[in-house]
């Protein structure tokens, strides 16, 4: 006799996690007992083994599923897999890593079968929560920043908008999939900001727990990744996240191409020409190297491809040097002022090298 089809699927993406998904499962399993779910673990081909310890278990227990993912990163993109591939009415969203209450999915999927709301999200925020420990005091710091400027993009009234954990209802999930952000970390926010009309939400308080093993994914490319969202979504899509990470490299490499020069030249080259080009060869290196690191680190490039990526980089750019001159030259001679000009320059000069780096050297057209 065929199982049940599930009501909830537990969308789980994961990195370096294969010590806690059967760990996971087992509470999992204890928290929604009487009730048909499974649990999809969507893996960034993590080294340490996860994708083969989750297939393991799912050879046991066929509540357990893995999606596995090749050269592709990303939370916000893997939850987005995740959900796509469920036909349960409901799907939910939590990490691995054992930070959040399972317990508490009963309750968030009693509100949704009885149409309360068309969201639920747990909350470290509300009545019943509290994240004293699973946070540090910078993360908590962090965090609270995160917040409040999400607040100011997303009037939905939940208190805990970069929380990684809800659940909600399938459909209208589908609707908003082909408009949501694959790269990132905030997957909330994005179904938040994205939906229209906007979901009736409410929130379940829970105790953040402290993390069972491994690392905290929150970094510099994590927060850089969540204002390019806050962008991305403030001016209705018309800047893409990465390009705001982007920009935020180039301002780096102005100041390592500064610095270059003044260096160049304290050390004896009179020649401005040659210290400017040494200069210039420096930050966009280094430009290449940070947004490797950190704005296309879901595409990073390694070995012989990122020495050719070097190249790329380096012809993307000088091409980005003529059109920024050009068009400030041109701007210049049709009577503009000399800083409208050169802004000017400096933003087709940015979108070039943006859109080009993009589509040569790393591949992606987002």
Not at 12 to 40: C, K, Q, Y
Not at 179 to 192: A, C
Not at 208 to 237: C, N, P, Q, W, Y
Not at 241 to 262: D, E, K, Q, S, Y
């Amino acid at each position: 006799m065929a199982s049940p089809p599930p009501h909830v699927s537990i969308i789980v993406p994961t990195f370096n996690e294969a010590h806690t998904v059967a760990e996971l499962t087992r509470r999992l399993d204890s928290a929604l007992a009487g009730m048909a779910w499974e649990v999809i673990f969507v893996d960034d081909d993590s080294p340490d083994g996860t994708a083969a310890a989750v297939k393991s278990l799912a050879s046991a227990d066929t509540r357990v599923r893995c999606i596995r993912r090749v050269n592709r990163r990303g939370l916000s993109g893997a939850c987005i897999e995740g959900i796509l591939s469920s036909a349960a009415p409901i799907v939910a969203v939590m990490d691995g890593d054992l930070q959040h209450d399972e317990t508490i999915l009963p309750g968030m999927i009693a509100r949704l079968d009885r149409d309360e709301c068309d969201i639920v999200v747990g909350s470290r925020l509300v009545e019943g929560g509290s994240s004293a420990d699973g946070f540090t005091a910078s993360r908590a710091f962090a965090s609270n920043f995160a917040i409040r400027m999400a607040g100011m993009l997303v009037g939905s009234g939940v208190t805990d908008l970069t929380s990684g954990y809800f659940a909600m209802k399938r459909e209208p999930f589908e609707a908003m999939a082909p408009r949501l952000t694959t790269s990132g970390f905030k997957i909330l926010l994005d179904v938040l900001a994205t939906a229209q009309p906007p979901l009736r939400a409410s929130e379940a308080g829970y105790r953040f727990r402290s993390r069972f093993a491994g690392e905290s994914k929150f970094d510099a490319r994590a927060m850089g990744d969540f204002v390019g969202l806050i962008v991305h979504k403030a001016t209705g899509g018309a800047i893409p996240p990465r390009f705001v990470m982007f920009i935020a490299v180039g301002g780096f490499g102005v100041a390592v191409h500064l610095l270059t020069l003044r260096l160049a030249m304290d050390l004896g080259v009179e020649n401005f020409t040659l210290a400017q080009s040494i200069a210039t060869v420096v930050a966009m290196t280094s430009n290449f190297i940070v947004n490797n690191t950190l704005t296309y680190a879901d595409c990073k490039l390694k070995g012989a491809k990122a020495l050719v990526g070097l190249l790329q980089f380096y012809a993307v750019c000088g091409v980005g040097a003529i059109a920024n001159v050009g068009v400030a030259s041109w701007m210049f001679g049709m009577d503009q002022a000399w800083w409208v000009a050169a802004l000017a320059g400096v933003v087709m000069g940015s979108v070039w090298n943006y859109t080009m780096s993009s589509m040569f050297v790393w591949g992606k057209k987002d």
